[in-house]
């Protein structure tokens, strides 16, 4: 029989785990794609259209169908044993902590777990009802979590620094970046769709664990994968990538690669042609720094010492121009494209409205995230080697692959954060009994995947710049490296019993890439301090806001 005078709780959980799942978009998705915006492989309209997509599958065709009542065990849940309204209003409490800090977060630009916030949140609500709170070394204790704000870091640091060591020694400091790098390029595809394919087979809710699964079918799936990629690689993407490339044919789109080998010939059928306006890549390098006047001259002596470093195409013709050294244009805001002009308009006159709707829809999208006012932060781009803008476009398909996929992976685990606590109350309000792993309906799901989605379209940009440029000068190779190596921390951390955070193994993955440049001032180590700074305060704050309302519900007169 249903606890329907609790229906309350039911309605206010609801509204929470929208809000909570709305914000787990705007401030964890963003960690996927943050380093494709910065290395402007993606613009923020099309990372707002792929993890709405990415976000999603991973959520509905991959999210778990059973949640853990209390995330991690990290509360003992003896003390809600015959009285499941208290459990209801535990997770209720837990479920607007978790919610309020992620949006406090994500407003001041903390990147933070959601794990760890939805954990600080039980934390304070059990500390509230006298629960048991599992503090010593455990499977994810509190100890643990702690432990991860270093290791998670200095793991992702060391393996996307190997990632990189590669690329850079092997490719882009060679005599010829691109002649190698087109050879290599294939390999590189191969290895990443490998690490990747397995990172969700053994990391998907919905899966087996690998010793269920298998090492022999885990093997499998690598070499499956790696050898078909590779030769998808050779016979379809290598040709696509000279037409493009080498013979600088700027109507070839990615949509193209299916021709495969047709394109190898001199004039071949090209189906949906894009404008043949002479642009084949991007100046990856191209100079972040943005003031009011935009013939500011940016005069750096820092700069110089670096053009020195460039390398560059022996026996090409130079694709990598130097870094101008004058600020670039302010980018147009949301508020200037959308609503500027109409504002002689009177509030109610259609055009208006339309402008105004406009601005709501898409200010999440057009936002620029990647120039900076900071002369100090432009320096420390300064200290990054510049590499052949040919050379760099090959690693953006490696790279757009990477982010794609752990954007899935990262809906189909963390979806859980939000549902987790709903799912025990809506159980738990159907039922009239408490139960430690509760059925998720897959409606839920549909819902928790669209908001993820959604979080990130409207607020995702406030820690696409956190984590972005804001770290080290970004590009694909960089950002390529990064990804890989989060993954594979993640990944080998898994395994191994760390609960390690997505959050933390990118922060630390991003610094890890920069300290490749040999060079400690390559990072913006105050930035790096304000993110950790948001890691240490998300246990205390989550677990303050949830302990304080789950303390004050417990304790409120009556009559």
Request: hydrophobic share 50%.
């Amino acid at each position: 029989m249903a606890l329907t005078k609790y229906s309350w709780i039911l309605a206010l959980i609801s509204i929470c785990f929208c809000v909570s799942s709305f914000m787990n978009g705007a401030n964890d998705v963003a960690n996927s794609y943050a380093t494709s915006v910065a290395a402007r492989t993606l613009t923020m309209p099309q990372v707002g259209f792929l993890s709405m997509i990415t976000e999603f599958v991973g959520a509905v065709a991959l999210g778990s169908r059973v949640t853990n009542t209390i995330k991690n065990g990290i509360i003992s849940i003896d003390r809600f044993e015959g009285n499941p309204g208290s459990l209801m209003l535990a997770m209720a409490c837990a479920e607007f902590g978790s919610a309020a800090w992620l949006a406090i977060a994500t407003s001041v630009g903390y990147p933070v777990s959601t794990t760890q916030t939805i954990v600080g949140a039980l934390i304070g609500v059990g500390i509230a009802a006298d629960s048991q709170v599992t503090w010593a070394w455990d499977d994810g204790s509190v100890s643990q979590v702690a432990a991860s704000w270093a290791i998670a870091p200095l793991l992702a640091a060391c393996f996307s620094a190997i990632v990189f060591s590669t690329a850079k020694f092997g490719i882009l400091e060679r005599k010829d970046p691109f002649k190698v790098g087109m050879m290599s390029i294939p390999f590189y595809l191969a290895f990443t769709c490998a690490i990747l394919a397995l990172f969700i087979v053994i990391e998907s809710p919905t899966a087996p664990s690998l010793e269920e699964f298998g090492a022999g079918k885990a093997v499998g799936i690598i070499l499956g994968v790696f050898f078909g990629i590779l030769a998808f690689a050779y016979g379809f993407v290598r040709p696509y990538l000279h037409r493009r490339l080498v013979k600088g044919d700027s109507r070839i789109k990615f949509y193209h690669i299916p021709l495969g080998p047709l394109l190898w010939k001199d004039e071949p059928y090209v189906y949906w042609p894009a404008k043949d306006n002479g642009v084949v890549v991007i100046d990856y390098y191209e100079n972040a720094y943005s003031t009011k006047d935009s013939s500011t001259e940016i005069l750096s002596d820092s700069r110089e010492a670096s053009e020195k470093d460039v390398a560059t195409s022996s026996g090409l013709e130079k694709a990598n121009p130097l870094i101008v050294p004058t600020a670039r244009s302010r980018i147009v805001t949301p508020e200037e494209r959308f609503l500027a002009p109409t504002k002689h308009l009177p509030i109610a006159h259609p055009a208006r409205l339309f402008g105004f709707t406009k601005w709501i829809l898409f200010q999440g999208v057009t936002r620029d995230c990647v120039s900076h006012e900071n002369p100090r932060l432009q320096a420390t781009h300064a200290r990054a080697k510049v590499y052949d803008n040919r050379t760099e476009h090959l690693f953006t398909y490696c790279q757009v692959l990477s982010a794609m996929l752990m954007s899935i992976a990262h809906g189909s685990n963390d979806v859980a954060n939000a549902i987790g606590p709903w799912a025990a109350t809506y159980s738990t309000y159907q039922a009239n009994e408490v139960a430690t792993k509760v059925p998720t309906p897959v409606w839920a799901l549909v819902i928790a995947g669209f908001l993820l989605g959604a979080g990130f379209w409207f607020f995702g940009f406030k820690i696409i710049r956190a984590l972005g440029n804001r770290i080290t000068q970004m590009s694909p190779s960089r950002g390529f490296s990064t990804e890989l190596g989060a993954a594979i921390t993640v990944l080998l951390a898994s395994r191994v019993g760390l609960p390690v955070s997505t959050t933390q193994c990118l922060a630390g993955a991003t610094v890890g890439v920069a300290l490749m440049n040999l060079d400690v001032r390559a990072v913006n180590w105050r930035q790096i301090l304000f993110i950790f700074s948001g890691w240490i305060l998300t246990l205390p704050c989550a677990g303050l806001l949830s302990g304080l309302v789950m303390g004050m519900a417990l304790n409120t007169p009556h009559l």
